[in-house]
């Protein structure tokens, strides 16, 4: 099963509000891995199913999953952007 999120700029710019089939699922900077974690905590979606972010009717970026769900995106020091392995924050540390 394909997962379509649609985006739309915020306020902010360096972010995206996502909705999956007419529902609203939050903001990110990372629409796609987000999008995936969500849909995988409800219960939405399998790791197997793909995820497809769209502008309107443009398809932006597209993967399992599974796979995007378990990865974010870092900007290390030396510059440029990078997929990178995903950790949950500590409940402890964000007042969970």
């Known amino acids: 099963m394909n997962h379509r999120v649609d985006l ?3 306020h902010r710019g360096d972010r995206a509000d996502m909705v ?3 529902r609203a699922i939050g903001n990110s900077r990372v629409p796609l891995c987000d ?5 995988l905590g409800e ?5 197997d199913d793909t995820i497809t972010t769209f502008r309107g009717d443009t398809p932006c970026l ?3 999953v599974g796979a995007a769900a378990g990865q974010t995106v870092s900007e290390p020091p030396r510059g440029g952007l990078r997929f990178s392995r995903w950790q949950a924050f500590d409940a402890s540390v964000v007042g969970g």
Not at 35 to 39: D, G, H
Not at 43 to 47: D, E, H, L, Q, T
């Open 35 to 39: 999008a995936a974690r969500v849909l």
């Open 43 to 47: 219960g939405v979606a399998s790791p």
């Open 62 to 64: 597209f993967g399992r």
């Open 8 to 10: 739309s700029p915020t």
């Open 20 to 22: 999956v089939n007419g």
